[in-house]
């Protein structure tokens, strides 16, 4: 039997991370957990708004994540602590239509769902789940809980899954239980990133590849606005459908299909918003592939261009920028050493990634963190990372 099988590795925050929800499980459940797994954030590097139109993606783990303790009960309730809100919930397994709650526990009911339908006997189970991903913040935290839970869930189950088939059904989880129509890359990332790596996934042949980077002349700075994105689900939902559309008008299975002269060609056809939309994303896919050239050959100045393109089409032909995001990306591109700015994940608030000149993060957090709360009121949380590993099994004796 396969079990999911990718240790992860031991740094300073995972094992502090792992201490956290072992001690929470103790505290809350009294006992051992079985098992501990553990599953990244992620940041999307280019590739927005591409997945769900078979596009292209780049995108890294960050080094915060969740952290999912579990232990067996001999019922068959699920009960689940989480550090977000220090709320607990309970549930039957067998009673898992009653959801979705609009709360955090609707990503481990889902996924118990989906573990089901793939054949896994889900045990009763205690789960504490700790997390330093930012919530709401564009960086995944949904993934980051939906795939830790997968992977423990499926361990106390001892249901053979392999890592491809596990980020599939987190997806189906949000898709169907939480009602998000997202696309795959949040789920493949934190299943399939590795530290100095970033990952290169073809979202309709699921065909990837880990590109290590050729520099290490730039930081990765994650700029979190905390504008709640109280909207993000229905405007999300909404560019999809959009998506879809235009690629109904234009005769074919997804926008991935498509080429800009076959745009020009059909602009009355698509009209204004169907064809900015496509417009975005038939562009974001070629800055992707432009994008793996100019990471591996260590070209920072030609990615932090393709950053600052990207962040255009966004904010001028998918609309998914706001106020906020436009005020933090400003105070970045004009701090010194900064290579390029976007925003990331699904829009409408949440983080701006920077690319930044290594010897310049600290002085760029500080002075990008005091523009934009001049400029908004709003508090931001900015904070460097590299390229962390994808999720995994904590080893029980939490030994490298
Ligand atoms: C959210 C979704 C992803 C992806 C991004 C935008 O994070 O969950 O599937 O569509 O937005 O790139």
Not at 122 to 144: K, R
Not at 259 to 273: F, K, Q, S, V, Y
Not at 276 to 295: I, S
Not at 311 to 339: K, Q, W
Request: include cysteine.
């Amino acid at each position: 039997m396969i079990l999911y099988n990718h240790e992860c590795y031991m740094d300073a925050p995972t094992r502090a991370l792992a201490g956290r929800a072992e001690t929470e499980f103790r505290n809350r459940f009294e006992r051992e957990p079985d098992v501990i797994a553990r599953a990244p954030g992620r940041l999307e590097m280019l590739g927005g708004h591409t997945d769900y139109s078979e596009g292209f993606i780049m995108a890294l783990a960050i080094e915060r994540a969740t952290v999912v303790a579990a232990g067996e009960r001999d019922d068959l309730h699920l009960r689940a602590w989480s550090d977000c809100d220090e709320t607990e919930a309970s549930f039957e397994l067998s009673r898992l239509d009653e959801g979705p709650w609009g709360r955090w526990w609707d990503y481990v009911a889902g996924v118990a769902q989906e573990l089901a339908a793939e054949g896994c006997e889900v045990p009763g189970a205690d789960l504490a789940i700790v997390s330093d991903v930012p919530v709401g913040g564009g960086v995944s935290s949904s993934a980051a809980i939906e795939v830790a839970t997968a992977i423990a869930l499926s361990t106390l189950a001892e249901c053979s899954i392999d890592p491809e088939t596990l980020a599939l059904l987190c997806q189906r989880a949000e898709n169907e239980f939480v009602g998000m129509r997202c696309g795959i890359l949040d789920q493949f990332t934190s299943v399939f990133a590795r530290t100095e790596r970033v990952l290169w996934l073809d979202c309709r042949t699921l065909k990837r590849r880990l590109v290590k980077m050729g520099s290490d002349e730039a930081r990765f700075v994650v700029c979190d606005t905390k504008k709640p994105r109280e909207l993000v689900g229905s405007a999300y939902n909404e560019r999809r459908a959009q998506c879809e559309q235009a690629s109904e008008l234009l005769g074919v299975r997804t926008l991935r299909d498509v080429d800009e002269p076959t745009l020009d060609a059909n602009a009355d056809l698509l009209g204004g918003t169907l064809l900015r939309r496509a417009r975005h994303v038939v562009t974001e896919n070629q800055r992707v592939q432009q994008g793996v050239k100019v990471l591996e050959a260590g070209d920072v100045e030609a990615l932090g261009t393709l950053l600052n393109q990207s962040h255009l089409s966004l904010r001028d032909n998918y609309e998914v920028s706001c106020r906020e995001l436009e005020a933090m990306r400003e105070a970045a591109l004009e701090a010194t050493g900064c290579f390029g700015a976007r925003l990331i994940g699904a829009g409408f608030g949440g983080c701006v990634l920077a690319l930044v000149r290594a010897e310049a993060e600290d002085e760029f957090i500080t002075t990008v963190a005091r523009r934009y709360e001049t400029q908004t009121g709003l508090g931001p949380a900015i904070f460097g990372t590299d390229a962390a590993d994808g999720a995994g099994l904590i080893p029980a004796d939490g030994e490298d």
